[in-house]
């Protein structure tokens, strides 16, 4: 019913509308269409201006209510960041100027050269100084601006300090894993094909390689040290994904087979950041920023960035996923002993495809081990 | 029918000079209207098939945008209309992101490529550089047909099972390839990769006819640089497509490869819905390139037309010569090259070589230089001018206060330290839609009301031309205007609920705003339909042969020309498109020989 009472409404007001235009249509042919012509044309002049002085203070306006609500400039939570927000402030000023000056002029001009029976209109087919000045300008200009942005560019894109912590993220529909490399400080090797969630293997890691046996796994949260430059590397099991963090200013792209890295050094603690913001539910979030499915809205991990005291306590208390794997499957075995004396056609069975799983893994290993190096 | 076109060169219609082309062979209802092959015909099919689909398009963002504004509410109405896509009137996210991806496909390629390419080339070219009609009529025959067909497949594949593309426009594979990753990547982008296939054959179809037509039939004493800007853009665009155009279909013909005939192009190691897939080796970033070299340019295709047709319409409502004809023709040259240059500006977050994306950052800066001098040079060209706003020159100047507003923030995402912040935000979506959606849309809304005239032989209603100018320009700036802050806060585009996250929570009553706003917006623009089908019929009649007082060629056809456009010779030129306002006189008609006390320029 209401929905029916909207459309009839709209309906209406559509009725009425074509009918005022059509009228004045008629109107304008009885009263001379020339004279209308001069009047709408004067209307028309009068709105224009009307239309730049409402919109240069809506402009002011939403930069006004909206500035508060975005992430100030200037409160970027990484030193890549902190880059990032200054040469935006570079181009948003650059840009404004020429937006202002070039709007203003554009509607004023439409205004102030509305058409006029006294006016003989100025014949200006081209002039060389003009033309050359407003290439040049805009030319200097944008060097300044590539300028700053590639030198920014290659401090935030060039190699990680070699003291930077790494972590492995990984991108799947709808979720992101985590992977630090433990005491060794090295990451296992991983093989796609040996990905094997029901076993606690969601990475595909080869467990035949021993740097894996201490490599730490977690998944939707990720915790990072203030002040430490972290170097992310990146990879996704099925579609692309990326790695948005918005607050940090940063971004990079997960590609299924080709990782890519990241680095950046965070500059406060979760904690500071509940402070500054007030908010206290505050979290660093990490949001994927290209479109992955149907899920792509909730693909949400959080960030923990705390001091090097409360990082080691967490990361003392994470078991890597190679105990949690040995642990599942001791006393797994004893579980499938007592299935068999209980039901002795099933389980035989079950134990061979077990069997044929293995032999499979370590062939797949075999064949990877090959073909890459 | 063959005698009206034979024409070669310039002078060589001239055999046949006084005869009464029109009259001379029966026109059949499908010979005239269906299977045409009159340029002129094939220009308004091509717009009433860009109309219909504009309105498919825009109804598709008006659905989307509830959601987005009202993610809490739901809507039993569009239970009633999509049953299984909406349960419980609110929309799946399957049925969501196939909005989005139709909405983006759709009014890219089938609206602002076909729609508006299709229109004004095929209106223009033979009209304005004087010409019976196309090099190859048949060949465009083929051209709107195949947009047809194409039209028909990407129709057909909204009605599927499991869906349309629903990938986002650029269907990205892995995701585009793997049926297992989305549903969308089902039936539904096979027939989108058809539908595409088909299109880029209309494209190419339609494109050589129009480059050897511009090249080839000008009428006598129509030099190059005595052709209106027009004609120049529409060059270039077509351009653009012949040469960007096949790399797409080759990357799409790739995917095709990928997704039924198992190999690896675009895929590697991939673990999907709990199955390991044999392919190794490929990368999906190839396809971003092979994606890319055409997409880019794509939006050149796009814009470029309209700013011919704006730099036409702001001349002869100021009625002054536009200002630096060589520079505009220069900027439109320097826009076509750079245009295949700077592809990889898309794909700064892919992971790519820190060196070569410095290079892109260059190269795509500099494409801010022609744009400017377009944009100073529009403006001196209403400067000191006697301007009227007829509705086509309100669309023209706003399509440039437009253009002006999109343009600057390409200078945010051209420049990869901040596009690795605003890169997938909101912002992108807020600068492209205002750069290549709404100022292309103004830039054909000005042409069609400045040539409706010229397509039926009569007038739309003027009043409705306002309303439709004053409520769209408010509107558009009310939308994507605030969308750029949403970027700024890092909030990403293609999320349909933002009640999870902490960080881009902040909008809601803003989003509910933008979604009142396109919905009144889109009801404005069906209005503008109405008013076109509506003057078709019943608008006031035209009753001059040159009602805006313009110079070039198309004004000195009939009213209602014939399949052939003029009666008898084809006119010869003897000037630029752009003596207004010369020597004290209103405007000089480009086929008027240069008296001899005429100043020069």
């Known amino acids: 019913m209401q929905n029916f009472l909207i459309f009839a409404i709209l309906i209406l007001g559509f009725i009425i509308t074509f009918q005022i235009a059509r009228a004045s249509e008629f109107v304008s042919v009885i009263r001379g269409e020339e004279k209308t012509r001069k009047q709408t044309n004067k209307i028309n002049a009068a709105l224009l201006l009307v239309f730049l002085i409402v919109g240069l203070f809506g402009v002011y306006w939403a930069h006004h209510t909206l500035g508060d609500k975005i992430l100030k400039l200037g409160s970027s939570a990484s030193d890549h960041g902190i880059l990032v927000d200054r040469m935006l402030k570079y181009t948003i000023i650059t840009t404004g100027l020429v ?51 590639i030198v920014y560019w290659y401090r935030i894109t060039g190699a990680a300090p070699e003291n930077a912590m790494q972590i492995e993220v990984t991108g799947s529909q709808f979720k ?198 | 029918m063959s005698d009206t076109l034979h024409i070669q060169h310039g002078v060589a219609s001239h055999g046949h000079s006084g005869e009464p082309h029109v009259h001379h062979h029966k026109e059949t209802f499908i010979s005239k209207y269906i299977f045409s092959m009159d340029h002129k015909m094939i220009a308004k099919q091509f717009l009433v098939t860009g109309i219909i689909w504009a309105i498919i398009g825009g109804l598709f963002s008006v659905l989307f945008r509830l959601q987005l504004g009202f993610p809490d509410q739901s809507f039993p109405i569009l239970e009633t209309f999509f049953g299984r896509w909406a349960e419980g009137g609110k929309i799946k996210p399957e049925f969501y992101y196939a909005l989005t991806t139709m909405h983006g496909t759709v009014l890219i390629f089938f609206v602002l490529t076909a729609g508006l390419s299709g229109t004004f080339a095929n209106l223009l070219i033979p009209l304005q550089v004087g010409a019976r009609d196309m090099a190859s009529p048949f060949m465009n025959m083929l051209s709107y047909w195949m947009f047809f067909a194409a039209s028909i497949v990407m129709l057909s594949s909204l009605f599927t099972q499991t869906g349309p593309a629903a990938g986002g426009w650029t269907v990205y594979p892995p995701l585009s390839a793997l049926g297992l990753a989305s549903q969308g990547s089902k039936s539904g982008m096979d027939l989108w990769i058809i539908a595409m296939t088909l299109f880029v054959a209309s494209q190419l179809l339609g494109g ?236 054909m809304f000005a042409g069609i009301y400045h040539w409706f005239p010229k397509m039926f032989g009569r007038y739309m209603n003027n009043t409705l031309g306002y309303i439709h100018f004053w409520v769209t320009i408010v509107c558009a700036y009310l939308i994507f205007w605030p969308m750029h802050y949403q970027g700024f806060a890092g909030m990403p585009r293609r999320y349909l609920d933002k009640s999870s996250w902490v960080s881009f929570g902040q909008f809601h009553s803003l989003d509910a705003m933008i979604t009142v706003v396109t919905i009144i917006v889109f009801a404005v623009q069906l209005m503008f339909v109405f008013n076109y089908f509506y003057s078709m019929y019943k608008g006031r009649r035209v009753r001059t042969q040159n009602p805006w007082e313009a110079t070039t060629l198309e004004w000195t056809t009939p009213i209602h020309p014939g399949h052939g456009n003029w009666d008898g010779e084809i006119p010869e030129v003897h000037r630029w498109a752009y003596d207004y306002g010369k020597d004290g006189r209103d405007f000089i008609p480009q086929t008027e020989p240069v008296g001899e006390n005429e100043s020069s320029h």
Not at chain 1, 290 to 306: D, F, L, S
Not at chain 2, 265 to 287: K, T, W
């Open chain 1, 99 to 149: 937006f202002f000056g070039t709007q203003i002029l554009l509607f004023w001009y439409s205004f102030k050269y509305q058409e006029s029976d006294k006016r003989t209109v100025y014949y200006f087919p081209h002039n060389n100084k003009l033309e050359l000045l407003w290439t040049v300008v805009p030319a200097i200009v944008l060097t300044i601006l590539i300028g700053f942005g």
């Open chain 2, 208 to 443: 050589l006819n129009y480059i050897s037509t511009i090249l080839n039939m000008r009428t006598k004493g129509m030099s190059m640089t005595r052709l209106p800007l027009t004609i120049w853009a529409l060059l270039f665009t077509a351009i653009l497509g012949v040469l960007s155009f096949p790399v797409l279909l080759s990357g799409l013909v790739l995917l095709m490869f990928d997704r039924h005939l198992g190999t690896s192009f675009y895929l590697s190691d991939i673990f999907v819905a709990g199955q390991a897939l044999p392919n190794e080796g490929g990368s999906a970033i190839l396809y971003q390139h092979l994606f890319w070299f055409l997409g880019h340019p794509e939006v050149y295709i796009i814009i470029m037309p309209t700013m011919g047709l704006a730099s036409e319409i702001l001349a002869i409502n100021s009625r002054k010569p536009i200002f630096g004809y060589m520079a505009m023709i220069a900027s439109l040259m320097a826009i076509c090259v750079l245009a295949f240059l700077v592809w990889a500006h898309h794909m700064f977050v892919t992971g790519m070589n820190p060196f070569l994306g410095s290079v892109f950052v260059l190269l795509t800066l500099l494409i801010a230089i022609p744009s400017a001098i377009k944009v100073f040079n529009w403006i001196t060209t209403i400067w000191r001018g006697n301007i009227r706003f007829t509705p086509g020159m309100l669309f023209a100047i706003g399509f440039v206060s437009i253009f002006i507003s999109g343009g600057l923030t390409g200078i945010f995402l051209g420049n990869s330290t901040i596009d690795i912040h605003l890169h997938d935000t909101m912002f992108v979506i807020a600068h492209f839609h205002i750069v290549m959606g709404v100022s292309a849309f103004f830039g």
């Open chain 1, 176 to 373: 992101w894993e985590f992977r630090y490399p433990g005491k060794d400080g090295v990451f296992g090797k991983k093989y796609y094909k040996n990905i094997d969630e029901a076993h606690d293997n969601p990475l595909g890691q080869i467990w035949e390689d021993a740097a894996n046996h201490d490599d730490v796994y977690v998944s939707g949260q990720m915790h990072l040290v203030v002040g430490k430059p972290v170097k992310l590397i990146i990879g996704a099991k099925d579609v692309i994904h990326s790695v948005g963090l918005p607050h940090f200013r940063l971004k990079m792209d997960a590609v299924p087979g080709t990782p890519t890295t990241l680095w950046f050094t965070p500059i406060k603690t979760t904690k500071d950041m509940i402070k500054e913001t007030g908010n206290s539910k505050f979290v660093y979030e990490l949001a994927c920023d290209q479109m992955c499915g149907a899920g792509h809205t909730g693909m949400r991990g959080e960030i923990i960035v705390e001091t090097q005291e409360e990082f080691d306590q967490w990361m003392a208390s994470q078991k890597p996923k190679y105990a949690q794997m040995k642990e599942a499957a001791a006393p797994a075995a004893p579980a499938a002993g007592a299935a068999a004396s209980t039901d002795s056609t099933a389980a035989p069975a079950a134990k061979d495809s077990v069997k044929a799983a293995t032999v499979d893994t370590a062939a797949a290993v075999k064949k990877d081990s090959a073909g890459k190096k």
